[in-house]
């Protein structure tokens, strides 16, 4: 029998700071759960079923060491706006996804990179570290023969900062992958994680080699080689351990503003 793992327990003891929580937001078809199931699977269901809110969780052994990435492929209907907001408060590294062929879905896409930053700047003081917020944007279906309703005008204008934040943009087709891979190159690069964590840096493993992460020899041995486990159970955490880690959150960026005041 598979033990199932717990969400609150951190069975491989993780450093805090190889623990990290990637969303994925965007309106509904546009590729969202496709991106994400190449991420995990290396494949993608031809079948679209609606996305709620899915939660999934990986582990790494790289170089030694051990990661923990979260998942959440959130809803492109955002029937709850406190639940979005909740989303992209916990989150650590975004991917912001709209449909080639629709152009209703870029300006979804405008509008979630500008709620990211002025979210996340309530968690942080006003300084560099509040504009550093690692972040993608794709343009999806790019395999397909389309009328574009988004020129590359409106793109580089975009990607230039608006709003003051340039970010980075990947013309990607999640069903052929194609640039999937370059795209979470960038994003770990901007996350400050290794790259080993992109889909084709590591080789993926059984869920029978977790118990193996655990052993500090096995590490030690393999440390020069990079792997993968997808968890089969991993549930999200509650609201209330979000809401917790939001108030850490918080209270350490008030204490930063502090220092930041003292020092001038």
């Known amino acids: 029998m598979i033990k199932k793992m717990n969400a609150s327990e951190n069975e491989l003891n993780i ?4 623990c990290r929580r990637m ?3 965007g309106s509904t078809k546009v590729g969202k759960t496709a991106i994400v199931s190449r991420f995990l699977n290396a494949r993608v269901d031809e079948q679209y079923t609606p996305t709620i809110e899915d939660f999934h969780r990986k582990f790494y052994s790289i170089r030694g060491s051990v990661y923990q990435l979260d998942i959440l492929d959130t809803s492109g209907n955002h029937p709850f706006p406190a639940m979005r907001r909740l989303s992209i408060l916990t989150g650590d590294i975004f991917i912001l996804v709209f ?3 629709n152009r209703d879905s870029f300006q979804e896409v405008q509008r979630l990179k500008r709620q990211i930053y002025e979210t996340k700047s309530c968690l942080r003081n006003k300084t560099k570290e509040s504009a550093e917020v690692p ?15 988004v020129q590359e005008e409106e793109i580089q204008e975009m ?3 608006e709003d003051g934040r340039p970010c980075a943009y990947f013309e990607i087709s999640a069903k052929k992958n194609t640039n999937v891979d370059r795209m979470f190159h960038t994003l770990f690069a901007a996350a400050k994680l290794p790259d080993e964590m992109s889909p084709d840096r590591h080789c993926k ?7 193996l992460l655990r052993r500090k020899s096995f590490r030690a041995r393999k440390c020069k080689d990079a792997y993968g486990i997808v968890a089969p159970f991993a549930r999200r ?3 209330h351990s979000d809401l917790m880690y939001i108030k850490e959150k918080a209270v350490a ?8 005041c003292v020092i001038c």
């Open 23 to 25: 969303v994925v937001l």
């Open 205 to 211: 493993v059984s869920l029978q080699s977790c118990e």
């Open 15 to 18: 450093p805090a700071k190889n």
């Open 159 to 161: 990607l230039g900062g």
């Open 253 to 260: 960026g008030a204490q930063a503003k502090e220092k930041g």
């Open 99 to 101: 449909s080639l062929d």
């Open 135 to 149: 972040l993608v944007v794709c343009g999806n279906k790019c395999d397909r023969d389309f009328h574009r309703q």
């Open 237 to 239: 955490p509650s609201v």
